[in-house]
């Protein structure tokens, strides 16, 4: 177990990891350190300072040590992966456990999905979630439905989808995609996204414990420019509940995954030139998001503003909005705003043009805090 928890297991980047990490923190602004969240506070033993990207190497190796039946593929997964999150895996569970798979994401899933059904607990990895649309019929038609159509007698409960997402600043159309939407409309899924290492080891752990299929969406900005003190020992975080991640009162505001330090950068502007204390929320889980959470703090707020990467079109965010609409209609003091990339293929030149930075929302919550009925109809 010392093994397990040692620093040997903290990735290292490879020439690949490099290629998309010349700049390992290459927002404009920097993330901020994290302070540990109530989702750890009763924990009592040893913490290290990680990084995302060793949080989830840490949550494998637990994973794996703990329970015969969880295996590790992909592609190139046996020395480290590009971004060396499955770095030690094979040298220390060996070639039946942990292996490199063909560069068919169809397969993949599919071989994860047989395995799952058959008891074990496959975690797949997907190099980039932009080429997770191969994948994309096995995931929707396949394993969202296997409970379903068996009428409860089978289900592929146990699999995981590990799959980098997002912008990485310099990744172009093809590995800076956010692809989140797409499996929030599949009844049968869920859909998890850690915006800190504490979250993406401790749901990473409550993922492969679930009995239901889960796409985990990592943001690769994260994987190395954010670290905090995470706990050694195993943990998880459950699924399906949001984390308030600063408290205001005067606007909500909406995030998960890297967007969510974005935001926070946005908050701290309105709260330092403008006195607005915005309260921001993490999700954390898509499918199923919390509804509850964001319910109650709009009822408190009555302004909402929603941002993330993908498109804005059939984005998360207009599920979000739509709910809400309905939900907090006559509570509301300002249209509910979203803040999302353009319903454009993701651009490498002018990606801080597409990106909703944190001057896009800030400019938001102004916005929003400022609008007047009587003078806007």
């Avoid at 177990?1 to 290292?12: E, G």
């Avoid at 804005?312 to 209609?329: H, R, Y």
Wanted: hydrophobic letters at 40%.
């Amino acid at each position: 177990m010392k093994a397990l928890l040692s620093r040997r297991y903290i990735p290292k980047k490879s020439p690949l990891s490099t290629l998309f990490f010349r700049s390992s923190t290459f927002s404009p602004t920097a993330v901020k350190a994290e302070t540990p969240s109530a989702d750890t506070q009763h924990l009592t033993g040893k913490r290290e300072k990680l990084n995302l990207v060793s949080a989830i190497n840490n949550a494998l190796h637990i994973a794996l040590e703990s329970d015969q039946t969880v295996c590790a593929f992909g592609e190139d997964v046996t020395f480290g992966g590009v971004f060396r999150a499955s770095l030690g895996l094979r040298n220390r569970f060996g070639p039946d456990r942990v292996f490199n798979t063909p560069l068919s994401e169809q397969g993949i899933v599919g071989f994860a999905i047989g395995l799952a059904a058959a008891g074990g607990k496959p975690i797949a990895e997907i190099q980039f979630a932009d080429y997770i649309f191969p994948a994309f019929d096995q995931l929707v038609n396949e394993a969202a439905k296997f409970r379903y159509r068996s009428g409860n007698e089978f289900d592929c409960g146990g699999l995981v989808v590990r799959a980098p997402y997002g912008a990485v600043g310099h990744g172009g159309l093809y590995h800076s995609q956010s692809p989140e939407a797409y499996f929030c409309h599949t009844a049968g899924l869920k859909v998890v996204v850690p915006a800190t290492p504490i979250e993406a080891k401790g749901l990473l752990l409550a993922s492969i414990q679930e009995r239901n299929p889960v796409v985990f969406l990592e943001p690769k900005w994260l994987y190395r420019s954010l670290s905090e003190l995470v706990p050694l020992e195993p943990y998880e975080i459950p699924l399906g509940k949001a984390r308030i991640y600063r408290e205001g009162k005067d606007a909500t505001v909406v995030g998960w995954g890297a967007q969510l330090h974005v935001l926070d950068r946005a908050c701290s502007m309105a709260k330092e030139r403008h006195g607005i204390e915005c309260e921001l929320i993490n999700l954390r889980t898509l499918l199923p998001w919390d509804k509850q959470t964001v319910i109650e703090s709009v009822k408190k707020t009555g302004r909402l503003i929603i941002s993330h990467e993908a498109p804005k079109t059939c984005g998360f965010a207009a599920e979000i909005s739509a709910s809400i609409q309905e939900a907090c209609f006559t509570y509301l003091e300002a249209p509910i705003l979203r803040v999302c990339g353009y319903d454009t293929p993701f651009p490498l030149i002018f990606e801080k043009f597409y990106r909703p930075d944190e001057l896009k929302n800030f400019e938001a919550i102004k916005n929003t805090v400022h609008f007047d009925f009587s003078t806007e109809l």
